[in-house]
């Protein structure tokens, strides 16, 4: 039975001194069950989103992509099996006044030309960079989320659902950076050893790398 959680913000009077946050659980069937999920001053929750919700360094960090880009992408389906290269261009921009970056993808692999949109931001509660991939080869968004480590590397995790994997699987990608005009984009994939094998639970085979160039 699928349930439902609900987070409500009651506002209360001027003189009170404080609200709740409450959590409905929806249950077809029942009559909602309501429990106090935290207590918080009411000036003290406004104050801590509106913090929250300021652009940070890490989202200067993200800025630095905005541009048009050429891509090199080299692919393959088979951990043995060799590389097939194609070609794309992006165009990057801001949204949300810095929140979030968009990046606009158009390229052709093997004969196909294909469309992507990529939306990447980060997190200020968190702590954590986060991403949304949608292309027209699909009609299912994938969703990953990582940190940066001391070399400016963004490792992200998610987890990956086609025909091959309808309930998912592990796959994780790292954007490395080279100079202000180039970066590596690597994706690795959870693939078995063998046919046959068990399943490995983290990604374990680089499938696909994206080399970009900014278009100056």
Same mark, same amino acid.
């Given at each position: =039975? /699928? %349930?439902?959680?609900?987070?409500?913000?009651?506002?209360?009077?001027?003189?009170? +001194?404080?609200?709740?946050?409450?959590?409905?659980?929806?249950?077809?069937?029942?009559?909602?069950?309501? $429990?106090?999920?935290?207590?918080? &001053?009411?000036?003290?929750?406004?104050?801590?989103?509106? *913090?929250?919700?300021?652009?940070?360094?890490?989202?200067?960090?993200?800025?630095?992509?905005?541009? /048009?880009? /050429? #891509?090199?992408?080299?692919?393959?389906?088979?951990?043995?099996?060799?590389? %097939?290269?194609?070609?794309?261009?992006? *165009?990057?921009?801001?949204?949300?006044?810095?929140?979030?970056?968009?990046?606009? !993808?158009?390229? $052709?692999?093997?004969? @196909?030309? +294909? $469309?992507?949109?990529?939306?990447?931001?980060?997190?200020?509660?968190?702590?954590?960079?986060?991403? !949304?991939? @949608?292309?027209?080869? #699909?009609?299912?968004? %994938?969703?990953?989320?990582?940190?940066?480590?001391? &070399?400016?590397?963004?490792?992200?995790?998610?987890?990956?659902?086609? !025909?091959? #994997?309808?309930?998912?699987?592990?796959? #994780?990608?790292?954007?490395?950076?080279?100079?202000?005009?180039?970066?590596?984009?690597?994706?690795? &994939?959870?693939?078995?050893? *063998?046919?046959?094998?068990? =399943?490995?639970? *983290?990604? /374990? !085979?680089?499938?696909?790398?994206?080399?970009?160039?900014?278009?100056?």
């Amino acid at each position: =039975m /699928n %349930t439902f959680l609900k987070l409500v913000l009651t506002a209360v009077p001027v003189a009170a +001194t404080s609200s709740w946050v409450t959590a409905e659980w929806f249950v077809p069937g029942q009559e909602p069950v309501q $429990e106090p999920a935290h207590e918080m &001053d009411a000036m003290a929750i406004m104050d801590a989103t509106m *913090k929250l919700a300021v652009p940070g360094k890490e989202h200067v960090h993200l800025a630095e992509g905005v541009g /048009n880009w /050429n #891509s090199v992408m080299r692919m393959r389906m088979d951990p043995n099996g060799p590389w %097939t290269e194609g070609k794309g261009k992006s *165009k990057v921009q801001k949204a949300l006044g810095g929140r979030y970056l968009v990046e606009k !993808v158009e390229y $052709e692999f093997m004969g @196909m030309k +294909t $469309e992507g949109l990529l939306v990447m931001g980060y997190d200020n509660l968190t702590k954590k960079f986060q991403s !949304v991939w @949608m292309d027209s080869m #699909s009609t299912g968004m %994938t969703y990953s989320e990582g940190v940066m480590d001391k &070399d400016g590397v963004i490792e992200m995790f998610g987890t990956m659902r086609d !025909v091959v #994997s309808p309930k998912g699987r592990p796959f #994780s990608h790292r954007t490395i950076p080279i100079d202000d005009d180039h970066f590596k984009l690597e994706m690795f &994939d959870t693939i078995p050893a *063998k046919p046959g094998a068990a =399943m490995p639970k *983290k990604p /374990n !085979v680089k499938v696909m790398e994206l080399e970009y160039s900014r278009v100056k």
